[in-house]
């Protein structure tokens, strides 16, 4: 097999070396009865050019020369080619986790560099080195607040993800954690009065989106307000790292859990991703992740190691901060390079582009069906409600190539026939009119009647 | 090394020394060696109930975490709080360096320590001092 | 001599600054396209959300990112540079093709939410490894939800706790062996469970006894590492199982060490209930300085309703789709499906190995841990007699005699070319040197390890100090990290005024 590097005479060479008759002698351990005496029933051994091939073909079957309005929680932004040409170096895409400091400098200074850009980002004090992804970095500091605190249980807003919200549910059910929801109100922002009657004693957070599910900007300083006088933390999460650009960081949060998906991983069905946490010096230590501290070797030249570990799993075992050991460590190199790529000026030249595609979208989509939540400021993602039931639209345009915007029912009921759309800087106008063209066209006509789902209701 | 005799101990290498119905606790030489350099440590507030035998705190170094053991019940009315910003005191000199000032409940509890002599012939067969 | 000019200096060790040193007003490695759209007013459009400043984020130039990276990428050790004797990490290699696929355009563009009738290439690509898996495993049912393997400990966990609350008695314990990764512990405790130690026996298994006496109705599940982290088979297995379904519970087996096992055994075949897989160790997809990883969850038929949702079904129009009707699933554990690019570099793997080369692959890495424990045995203290398996745990005891430590002498191992073994865990091995080559070593690597750790074990004897004060060939040497705990600086901060 090609990835092995030894000859029959090596392996000869080696069983003679150990006393071994054969290699069965090795396996000997494992008692007869269990032992594999057949092949693996998987596929046969292809050669590299028969892999390709096979990928390809599932590639094509992907839905490739389609067009995607989709956000919801995964986005389409433009990958700067160096990204991949960096992470692909075999010293940082074979390179372990950087436990031996001493021959890991160069994973350590560029966590470093991340959580300092991070915390530029998000207004916050300290950052961690990568959560798996947006959703359990929610879940984590929803149980990090409660440590904090010592309080148990959690508000969460409506507007904050579905899928983050089951997250939360399922984090919480084994730890007895209780967690009511706070709906939205018109504007699409959270309902501060159902917060208000939500918050108890024991509150130890509140934890909401920003842009929320539906692309809208929330209130923070005004929800922050109703959680710190009730004594809870405020957790802030962000899906969409580019909104970051031109939308005030939520720097009244006390927690920050974010996606940065956004800034140049690629969609890929999902995963990976890039959840990182984000918070205030004075509850570091009850941080879960990786953190990367400066210090200086015994020459007195700066250097980087991975720091406060006794945090973690493998010295606090049973009592850790968390249970995370691997993380997302490549992919938030791919967040450093795309970070440093855009900096201080494209990362709000591309927001505000985000920012125009959108508008454009919301006003001709407004044309012909009701665009919701309008009162409140939005940043690349709306919601359209149409007569017609969004996935028969979705069809529609599904013949021409366009994937259309998310239907929400599955996950809104109240919200009728609506869909989420989103647009970023990769959205041409043309895509736009088209997608907004055949809306029209279904619109105008008389209701299908049809209610047609894709998948089987959650 | 030489114990002061007027501190009791505990088998977690806890010292405590009393007066009257008030204490002071402490870790010990032996406790600040088998750790290495000490890094943080996590005391509770003024006010808190410590219970005898029970954790009221932890102490770490870069890599490992000890659990802090009661040698009493009582009251916190005093926490050192040199120690949130100079752990390493600690190291320096752990038989002088107190943690945790308190009121005790039941100063009866105490005859469960170990004395000084009782701590270090423990002590020399614990870790072959 | 003549001097050399400073051009022929080696730039490895270049003391490349952080990239805000760099920074300058003005510099840019961004260019966005027109836009065709009109502009917008975004001080009308956000009005006192819109933020004015993005502080101290860097402007730099394209080739000051690749210089900078690429400095900094020559300061670290990689499996593409040598061998990473890490135990239980698995530390093999990671095969080009699998970046390729993973990075053709539908696999690596698609959008979870695209509708299924245009992803049934991804669907696939699951549903494939999803087969190779199970077959693999001897299990029934599988979920590649979870993100890496501490996150599959937690979903297979959640899996047990449904399990019994749905017979009426979620029960209050899990065993946990002394041997264990401290994932396992950190893991029960978040799904609400205590942890009770479970002791090994003088030949490093579990003692079978003790889990005789331990185990009762209040012990909903052993979590199990097989073979263990000293590397060695738990032969007494099927005891061992017996001994937990009499009493109605639940053997999770941690499939850290599978690489001793595919192709030679399958635990479902041993009574395994539940494990995890990583498949950033046995499988093949990078480590990328710590991860991504990718834990899928498999089980057997009992606990097939628990998985968390959705599971990828066949549907009656031939089609592949998302089944989310699950009532008794345990919910979600993450957004979306799962880590689906180590899910391609995963596959990929099983394709270029087939069934003769993933049998091979576990021969060798057996072959590969017993060669070094041979040509160590008698240099190093060797705690166990046990055979090994793909791993082999040493100790220091015989040169903690002259005052040097296992970290001691794996900071040496720096020196030789090599990145350290694990050092101190298992934690039932003090001072432990734990050793895992895999099946990616030819015989010269290992002879040159072996070698250096037979100099180092010299210098022990015969020059301690040069040990204590290694390493003396890097960047930097033994980093305060008793400075970094006390007054943990965790971002740059430009200099004031």
């Known amino acids: 097999m090609r990835y092995l590097p030894k000859s029959p005479a090596d392996r000869k060479a080696i069983l003679e070396a150990i006393g071994a008759g054969s290699i069965d002698d090795l396996f000997a351990p494992i008692p007869a009865q269990y032992r594999l005496n057949r092949d693996l029933k998987v596929p046969r051994q292809m050669a590299e050019s028969e892999i390709v091939d096979w990928f390809r073909q599932r590639s094509k079957e992907s839905g490739l020369e389609y067009t995607s309005f989709l956000g919801a929680g995964a986005y389409m932004h433009y990958r700067p080619v160096i990204i991949d040409a960096l992470i692909s170096r075999g010293e940082f895409l074979t390179a372990y986790t950087p436990y031996q400091a001493e021959i890991s400098q160069g994973t350590l200074q560029a966590i470093f560099e991340f959580q300092t850009m991070i915390c530029e980002l998000t207004g916050m004090e300290v950052a961690n080195a990568s959560m798996y992804d947006g959703s359990t970095a929610a879940a984590e500091a929803a149980m990090m607040a409660v440590r904090v605190t010592g309080r148990n249980s959690v508000v969460i807003a409506k507007s904050v993800h579905p899928e983050y919200r089951e997250v939360l549910a399922t984090y919480a059910q084994n730890q007895g954690l209780p967690v009511a929801t706070a709906g939205y109100a018109e504007t699409g922002r959270l309902n501060l009065r159902e917060v208000e009657q939500a918050i108890t004693a024991d509150t130890a957070c509140v934890l909401i989106q920003s842009p929320n599910f539906f692309g809208t900007v929330e ?39 974010m996606e940065a998906q956004s800034f140049g991983v690629p969609l890929g069905f999902g995963g990976p991703y890039c959840g990182v946490i984000a918070t205030r010096e004075k509850f570091v230590r009850q941080m879960p992740g990786r953190l990367v501290g400066q210090t200086t070797d015994r020459n007195g030249k700066r250097g980087f190691v991975l720091t406060l570990a006794t945090r973690e799993q493998h010295i606090r075992r049973e009592k850790a901060t968390s249970n995370i050991c691997t993380n997302q460590a490549l992919v938030a190199l791919m967040v450093n390079i795309f970070m440093n790529v855009y900096g201080k000026v494209g990362l709000r030249e591309l927001a505000k582009q985000n920012l125009a595609k959108t508008a454009y979208a919301a006003e001709q989509f407004g ?77 105008a006509e008389e209701p299908s009647g049809e209610h047609v789902v894709e998948e089987v209701a959650r | 090394m030489p114990y002061p005799s007027d501190l009791k101990y505990t088998k977690e290498h806890e010292w405590i020394k ?62 050192n709080g040199e120690l949130a910003t100079a752990p390493e005191k600690i190291n320096k000199d752990a038989n002088n360096t107190w943690m945790i000032k308190v009121t005790l409940k039941n100063p009866g509890e105490l005859t469960g320590l170990l004395s000084a002599a009782d701590y270090e012939k423990f002590v020399s067969e614990e870790g072959g001092h | 001599m003549k001097q050399m000019t400073r051009k022929a200096t080696r730039h490895v060790n270049q003391n490349e600054g952080l990239i805000f040193e760099k920074s300058s007003p003005g510099k840019a490695a961004w260019k966005l396209p027109p ?50 004797p890490l135990g239980s990490c698995t530390m093999k290699y990671n095969p080009r093709v699998n970046e390729v696929v993973a990075r053709l355009e539908g696999i690596a563009n698609g959008h979870p939410y695209q509708p299924e009738k245009i992803s049934q290439g991804a669907l696939r690509i699951i549903q494939t490894l999803s087969d190779c898996l199970l077959e693999i495993t001897g299990m029934d049912a599988i979920t590649l939800q979870p993100a890496a393997g501490a996150h599959g400990e937690l979903t297979g966990l959640l899996m047990v706790r449904a399990y019994h609350q749905a017979k009426g008695n979620p029960r209050k314990k899990i065993l946990i062996p002394d041997s264990a990764h401290g994932t396992n512990p950190a893991t029960a405790a978040m799904v609400g469970y205590s942890v009770e130690n479970l002791k090994s026996n003088e030949r490093g298994m579990v003692e079978v006894s003790a889990l005789e006496a331990q185990m009762n109705e209040d012990v909903a599940a052993l979590m199990l590492t097989n073979p263990n982290t000293l590397g060695v088979f738990e032969q007494e297995i099927h005891k061992i199982a017996e001994i937990l379904h009499a009493k109605g519970g639940l053997l999770y087996m941690d499939g850290a060490n599978m690489n001793a096992l595919v192709g030679k055994v399958r635990p479902g075949d041993f009574g395994v209930d539940v494990m995890h897989l990583n498949l950033h160790k046995t499988f093949s997809t990078p480590h990328g300085g710590g991860g991504p990883g990718s834990g899928p969850v498999a089980v057997k038929e009992p606990l097939e309703p ?63 841990a017993n060669y070094i424990r041979k040509g160590l045995e008698g240099v190093y203290d060797l705690p166990y007699a046990t055979p090994s398996m793909h791993e082999v ?105």
């Open chain 3, 306 to 368: 628990f998985l968390p949702k959705p599971v990828v079904v066949l549907k009656g129009d031939g089609t592949l789709g998302f089944e989310y009707n699950r009532p008794q699933s345990v919910g979600r554990v993450r957004s979306f499906y799962g880590n689906f690019g180590m899910f391609v570099r995963a596959l990929a793997y099983i394709l270029a190995n087939g069934p003769d080369g993933l049998r091979q692959t576990t021969e060798d890495a057996v072959l590969n």
């Open chain 2, 18 to 79: 009393v007066d009257g119905a008030n204490a002071t606790i402490g870790i010990t030489h032996y406790a600040q060696e088998s750790l290495g350099d000490i890094v943080f440590v996590e005391l509770p507030k003024v006010g808190a109930e410590i219970t005898a035998g029970k954790t009221f705190g932890t102490v770490e170094s870069v890599k490992a975490v000890s659990d802090l053991y009661a040698p009493a019940t009582a009251t916190v009315t005093d926490v």
């Open chain 1, 219 to 257: 209130d923070v300083a005004a929800i922050a307000e109703v959680a710190h006088k009730n004594g809870a933390l405020l957790v802030v999460s962000i899906a969409e790292a580019v909104s970051l650009g031109i939308v005030e960081p939520p720097r009244e949060a006390d927690i920050v859990a």
């Open chain 3, 35 to 84: 836009l065709d759209v009109p502009e917008v007013d975004t001080a009308e459009l956000l009005g006192a959300s819109e933020r004015k400043d993005l502080g101290n984020m860097p402007e730099v130039s394209e080739i000051e990112i690749i210089r900078h990276f690429t400095r900094l990428s020559t300061w670290n050790y990689a499996i593409d540079l040598g061998m990473y």
């Open chain 3, 393 to 497: 745990v040493f100790s220091d005891k015989v040169q903690a005699k002259k005052g040097v430590k296992t970290m001691d002498i794996a900071k040496r191992l720096i020196d030789y070319g090599f990145h350290p073994y694990t050092t101190a865990f298992p934690l039932i091995v003090p001072g432990a040197l734990m050793i895992e080559p895999t099946e990616s070593e030819g015989k010269e690597e290992m002879d040159l390890f072996i070698e250096a750790m037979k100099s180092i074990a010299q210098e022990v004897e015969e020059d301690p100090q040069t040990v204590l004060d290694a390493p003396h060939t890097t960047r930097v040497s033994r980093l305060d990290e008793t400075a970094a705990a006390r007054k943990p600086v965790l971002r740059w901060r430009p200099r004031q005024g």
């Open chain 1, 367 to 443: 044309k012909h069906a009701e665009v919701l939540f309008a009162r409140a400021p939005r940043f690349n993602e709306f919601a359209v409600r149409t007569t017609e039931d969004p996935y028969v639209i979705n069809s529609r345009l599904l013949g021409h190539k366009l994937v259309g915007g998310l239907p929400l029912k599955k996950f809104y009921p109240e919200l009728g026939n609506a869909a989420l759309w989103c647009c970023t800087e990769m959205t041409t106008r043309s895509a736009i009119d088209t997608a907004v063209g055949l809306l029209a066209e279904s619109e």
